[in-house]
């Protein structure tokens, strides 16, 4: 299947800071990714959706001006949690589809853990 | 999207086949099924998906009721590896983008 991977696979920093999150398809290419965050012991909760050359989409409730979406070039997509605070602390997790497929089934990354002192 | 209903735990022994039932009754007609599963602390694996008919690959079997309001999925031989929590998604098909909803998932737990 395809590869989706993610740096860093954990990030530890102080509250306040901007920490940036990149998810990559590794053998395909993909024109939209999807960013998801997932707290302890609950299921993922989709943020938005990234779309290579325009605004990334962002569901009810997320601020987009505190997690910017990138989505510079068809293998890269970049979530940038500014101004982190605890509360952020969190696993973060991005998809892709890989439109080989008839119903464009979705490839995961290993997920981000990020913890905010 | 159909809304989907599994049961929140279940266990298996190791090397037994693992059966795990999925109920969605809204489900439209042109709306696949998809399993995936999500090992402790991993990003979500993708296993099976289908339409109407039953569906084998190297990791799994999906057996679809025909009214298609239900499914199982099937691990024929469990291992420890197997240990995780396992979704089953309505997806609308057609080729667009569309958004995975995540409801809770079963957590399998496979004993020694």
């Known amino acids: 299947g395809a590869v989706v991977s993610q740096h860093p696979s954990w990030v530890i920093c102080k509250s306040g800071t901007s920490v940036k999150i990149e998810c990559r398809s590794l053998d395909f290419q993909a024109t939209t990714m999807f960013w998801y965050r997932q707290f302890p012991k609950q299921s993922l909760m989709l943020m938005a959706t990234?779309?290579?050359?325009?605004?990334?989409?962002?569901e009810q409730g997320v601020e987009k001006d505190k997690f910017l979406i990138n989505h510079a070039s068809l293998t890269l997509s970049t979530l940038t949690v500014t101004s982190a605070h605890p509360e952020d602390s969190s696993f973060y997790i991005c998809?892709?589809?890989?439109?080989?497929?008839?119903?464009?089934?979705?490839?995961f990354g290993p997920g981000t853990r990020l913890t905010v002192l | 999207d159909a809304k989907t209903t599994q049961p929140p735990s279940m266990d298996c022994a190791e090397g037994r086949a693992a059966n795990l039932p999925c109920n969605h009754s809204?489900?439209?007609?042109?709306?696949?099924v998809y399993w995936y599963r999500q090992i402790h602390s991993q990003g979500p694996q993708y296993i099976i998906h289908?339409?109407?008919n039953n569906e084998t690959n190297e990791m799994a079997s999906l057996i679809i009721t025909e009214d298609r309001k239900s499914s199982t999925l099937i691990l024929p031989h469990a291992t420890l590896r197997d240990t995780a929590v396992y979704y089953c998604i309505g997806v609308n098909s057609g080729g667009s983008n569309y958004k995975l909803t995540f409801g809770k998932g079963t957590l399998l737990t496979v004993n020694p």
């Open positions: 289908g339409l109407k």
């Open positions: 998809s892709a589809p890989d439109r080989a497929f008839v119903t464009d089934t979705q490839y």
């Open positions: 990234s779309n290579e050359g325009s605004k990334a989409t962002y």
């Open positions: 809204t489900i439209s007609g042109n709306e696949y």
